[in-house]
């Protein structure tokens, strides 16, 4: 079974690096929200512990992780504040069944209302609004092979609606997660947005003789290889991602763990580099628009529920912070 999960990783990589894209791919795909990172830790350490991560907070990064679920079932429910007034609503749980764990996740974004404008009317004055409906739909299922190999996968279904014109897409995600014998070291590899095109159709794309024809493109597939390395409460995580629509990028995160009376604790920081080949490029394609991330959160047991709360935040000059809330329970 280790050779049959090495031999998997070794095709999920191959396959990915033959789809990586250059910075003339920057900005030509779409459905683009599947790149908004998810829960509180993940964007705190910035997104470098899929080799570690477990239970709810793995369906996003690694879907192997959810079979380490410790819980029967875990919920998870946050918000984020993103860019441009958007906000991120995700609700997600995990459930063991069986010999594995499912999962089920929901995200959408709020971009409010907006006000609609035409050739007519260029500055919205009638008062009429609109608001875009974008989604993401999961569906998990993982499974321990042993004590050290767990394997996961993810169909989800992408939905971009603005009124009546709008474009949907199929996608896989699967993923390995690696713990070793003697070694406090565990190695994650996971492909995400693996999928169908997405094109946009709908009467507003009409008019009175015509009808503008869109062309289908791309999801934005990745993959990502991490690794987490334990010192005692310190937890050392670094990931590399290669970018089908978008330059590679190499992360670093570190997270510590406390043991208070009655309550468990962790802080954690990370930051990411973009890694950018082309030289003759203009800096607003090559800046990083993300820099350095922090958070904390603290759990605590009542019965035989748990209770969580975690807070996370990505620091951003041309965008202002982004920071997300996120409420865990288990039972």
Not at 173 to 195: E, I, T
Request: glycine content about 10%; proline content about 2%; aromatic content about 12%.
């Amino acid at each position: 079974m280790y050779n049959k999960i090495k031999t998997i990783s070794i095709m999920l990589t191959c396959f990915s690096i033959s789809m990586a894209g250059t910075g003339a791919a920057v900005g030509t795909a779409s459905g683009t929200q599947l790149l908004i990172p998810t829960g509180a830790k993940g964007i705190a350490l910035n997104s470098t512990y899929n080799a570690s991560v477990q239970g709810v907070d793995a369906l996003y990064y690694n879907p192997a992780g959810i079979a380490g679920n410790a819980n029967g079932v875990e919920a998870q429910f946050s918000s984020q504040t993103y860019i441009a007034d958007i906000n991120q609503n995700y609700a997600a749980f995990v459930s063991n069944v069986g010999n594995g764990t499912i999962g089920l996740a929901f995200n959408t974004l709020d971009f409010g209302s907006i006000k609609k404008t035409d050739a007519i009317d260029t500055h919205g004055n009638s008062g009429k609004t609109y608001s875009p409906n974008f989604s993401v739909l999961s569906l998990s299922y993982a499974k321990s092979f042993s004590d050290r190999i767990r394997f996961g996968s993810t169909l989800k279904v992408i939905n971009e609606t603005i009124e009546q014109t709008g474009g949907m897409a199929l996608a896989l995600d699967m993923g390995v997660q690696y713990s070793h014998a003697s070694m406090p070291l565990k190695l994650g590899v996971s492909l995400r947005n693996l999928g169908s095109k997405m094109e946009y159709t709908g009467v507003n794309l009409e008019t009175d003789n015509t009808s503008i024809l869109t062309q289908a493109s791309n999801i934005p597939a990745n993959l990502n290889i991490s690794t987490s390395y334990q010192f005692g409460p310190l937890d050392l995580h670094y990931a590399f991602t290669n970018n089908s629509y978008s330059f590679n990028e190499s992360a670093f995160g570190a997270e510590y763990k406390v043991d208070l009376v009655g309550f468990d604790a962790w802080v954690g920081a990370g930051m990411n580099l973009l890694l950018v080949e082309e030289d003759d490029l203009d800096e607003m394609y090559t800046k990083n628009p993300f820099g350095a991330s922090f958070g904390a959160g603290i759990s605590t047991k009542l019965g035989n529920f748990n209770f969580g709360l975690d807070f996370g935040m990505r620091q951003s000059e041309e965008f202002g912070n982004t920071s997300v809330l996120a409420f865990n329970v288990g039972f």
